[in-house]
């Protein structure tokens, strides 16, 4: 059992960091602040501001998508001209 347990924890080391997986860290967190007190609010603290600054790196980069589609195929994107009002 202590080799699966083991084997488990390094593949969600490799996981990637999504939003996901950090609102349901949060949401644990959240528990164990309810639970322990104040020890553990740092690290509950850290996780929003890494929440907050994943979610809106997001946003910029669904921005930056509309904006070039804006601006039509790969090919017209190469000039880069403004796009025809």
């Not at 509950?44 to 804006?70: C, G, N």
């Amino acid at each position: 059992m202590r080799n699966r347990t083991n084997k488990a924890r390094a593949a969600s080391e490799h996981e990637p960091v999504t939003i996901e997986r950090l609102e349901r860290a949060l949401v644990i967190c959240a528990a164990c602040v309810e639970l322990d007190g104040p020890i553990v609010v740092p690290l509950f603290e850290r996780l929003e501001r890494d929440l907050a600054a994943m979610r809106a790196q997001q946003a910029t980069v669904e921005r930056a998508k509309r904006l070039l589609e804006s601006y039509g195929s790969v090919t017209e994107r190469r000039a880069i001209a403004p796009p025809v009002a």
